[in-house]
């Protein structure tokens, strides 16, 4: 059952963004065709096919509307750059958040991309920037909205976190008389992601974890599950986004919405970083938005369970696997020593699958979750979701809610 949200998505938004998820996918599987380019997984593909498309009509081509975001009018065929103000700092100054804006000159699906939810998290601001300013208006059906920096006010502070200690992604959609950072979600939801046809939202690992560049979707949802068909060879971990989150929010209020994680917090990696541009721009091919096609190797796997596996005591953790490797039931995966007695305690894998999170290298305390396993799985979920814990999704301390 979805919310009942202060938003109310245009029904056209769904059908036209359909239309072109089938028309974008006949497009690549030609392309695929005539370069060698390995296909989307088979898994993916037989599911998208199981929607029911099939009686929508082709739009023909013409000149898109007028959006008016943000109190301005963007018209076909021009870049602009807008200013989101949320809310004020303590001296009653408003801030502004820039909000990039790419209007083809011709029709086509609004899709949005954020970054920096959390502040600390750098490679989704590259990702957008990249993505954003390799984009022409003449060449572009439809429209692309970035916003690089959401949580200004953590980025600044080089922290996860809003300066009144939330997690802003706790606190979508929002409501105008809660907290301060309540207040800011329901300002950005409705001035903003209210405009996306989909949303694409970015993040890495949290505390000092690392992710394998991957989508973090609700794979029971059909209007999901078709966008991450998308994204060409990477890897898809099922995952029912917790009540608060961006994901969670949007997707309830009929704006599908994943989200794509690559790499750690507090860095700029750059393979992680290219990743995630290519995925993104091969998702721009499969809407039918751009004509450019970005060529993959192998295919990657989706996983419809994970686990995390936790330390079992306090002490320096070294790790003796690495993001992306296959492990089996037993391997070891890291070791954890006192600094101060010198003894220590290893870590085994319960399950056999791959590492597509992990601590960094540091100290940490009982129960930090440390390695993240893909457990490869023949369907999905029907009535939980596929991870065991996500520190980024639904971390304890982050689970307040008004």
């Known amino acids: 059952m979805k919310m009942t949200l202060t938003v109310n998505p245009n029904p056209l938004r769904l059908i036209a963004l359909s239309v072109l ?47 008016t975001i943000l109190g301005t009018k963007i018209p076909p065929g021009t870049v602009e750059r807008l200013s989101w103000s949320a809310t004020e700092l303590f001296a009653g100054v408003p801030i502004a958040t820039p909000v990039l804006v790419v209007s083809g000159n011709l029709e086509g699906p609004t899709l949005c991309l954020t970054a ?14 990249r993505v954003m300013h390799n984009l022409e208006p003449a060449e572009l059906s439809g429209t692309v909205i970035g916003v690089p920096i959401v949580n200004l006010q953590g980025f600044r502070r080089g922290s996860r976190y809003l300066p009144d200690r939330r997690d802003l992604n706790r606190y979508f959609p929002g409501n105008t008389k809660g907290s301060a950072a309540s207040r800011i979600a329901y300002s950005f939801f409705n ?52 009540e608060g989150t961006l994901r969670h929010a949007a997707t309830a209020a009929g704006i599908p919405t994943v989200t794509l994680e690559a790499g750690g917090p507090t860095e700029l990696e750059i393979q992680e970083v290219k990743h995630g541009v290519k995925g993104v721009q091969t998702l721009l091919h499969t809407l039918g938005m751009v004509r ?57 894998s319960p399950h056999s699958g791959r590492i597509i999170g992990m601590a960094r290298n540091q100290v940490v305390m009982p129960g930090f979750a440390a390695f993240h396993i893909g457990i490869e799985a ?16 639904a971390d304890d301390s982050d689970s307040l809610a008004e």
């Not at 974008?24 to 030609?30: D, F, K, P, Q």
């Not at 380019?37 to 009686?55: C, K, M």
């Not at 023949?378 to 999704?393: A, F, I, R």
């Open 191 to 242: 001035d903003v992601v209210s405009h996306c046809d989909a949303l694409v939202d970015l993040h890495t690992g949290s505390f000092e974890r690392s992710n394998l560049p991957q989508l973090r979707a609700d794979l029971r949802n059909p209007d999901v599950l078709a966008l991450t068909a998308g994204f060409g060879s990477t890897v898809i971990l099922h995952s029912t986004p917790a």
């Open 116 to 129: 920096a939810v959390h502040g600390d998290e750098l490679n989704g601001i590259e990702i957008v920037r």
């Open 378 to 393: 023949e369907s999905v979920p029907t009535d939980e979701s596929g991870d065991e814990l996500n520190p980024h999704d």
């Open 21 to 67: 998820l089938v028309t974008g996918n006949a497009l690549a599987g030609e392309a695929t065709n005539d370069s060698d380019e390995s296909p989307i997984p088979q898994s993916q593909t037989d599911a998208g096919q199981e929607r029911s498309l099939g009686d929508a009509a082709k739009p023909e081509d013409s000149l898109p509307g007028t959006l």
């Open 292 to 348: 450019k096609v970005r060529l993959w190797g192998e295919s990657e796997p989706v996983y419809y369970r994970s686990s995390w596996v936790r330390a079992n005591r306090g002490g320096i953790l070294l790790a003796d696997v690495a993001l992306g490797s296959t492990v089996r039931e037993g391997d070891l995966l890291g070791t954890i020593t006192d600094p101060m007695s010198n003894s220590s305690a290893r870590l085994f």
